[in-house]
């Protein structure tokens, strides 16, 4: 399993999952600040660039990552996700996901993400084009979630 941040979410997950083994990876100035201690050497932390390459791992977790990034960049990290997964491998993205019809609050998000940092909240179909443009198939989308206030969801890919 592969996660990025300074692995809060990755400790948690780990803390309730024993046997699991989890991955770090992140830029050098995020990992530095990790908060992955006492887990009896089932985490490792590696930084570098997703456009560049990333660790192996049967599951790699985005967890707000995509909605940073424009469609033409997406396309270059799913690109590096899909060479460091194992043939029956996953990749679980965690982000909002637009509701179709588009309502305000949608849109508002979305324009959020482009004006801030050029990056943009997607549809379901979205999501689908952009893994098919990198060989990946959108697999199923997990919701609800009990994520009331930001309301991300889980879609699942695989190759
Ligand atoms: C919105 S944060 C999400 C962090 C974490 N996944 C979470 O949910 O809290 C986006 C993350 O992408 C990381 N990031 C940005 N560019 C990156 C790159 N080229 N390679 C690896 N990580 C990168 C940032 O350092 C940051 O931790």
Redesign the pocket.
Known sequence: MW????G??LKRILEANPHLRGTL???P??VENHVLGGLDGRVEVVA????ERLPSADLLI????LH?WSDENCAVILARCREAMPPAGLMLI?DRLLQEPLDVTSLFYDLHMLVQIGGRERTAAEFSALFESAGLRLQRIITPTESPLFPLRLVEASL
């Open positions: 996660v990025g941040g300074t809060a979410f990876y992140d830029m100035s995020v570098g660039s997703f456009f985005l967890k707000a990552i940073d965690i």
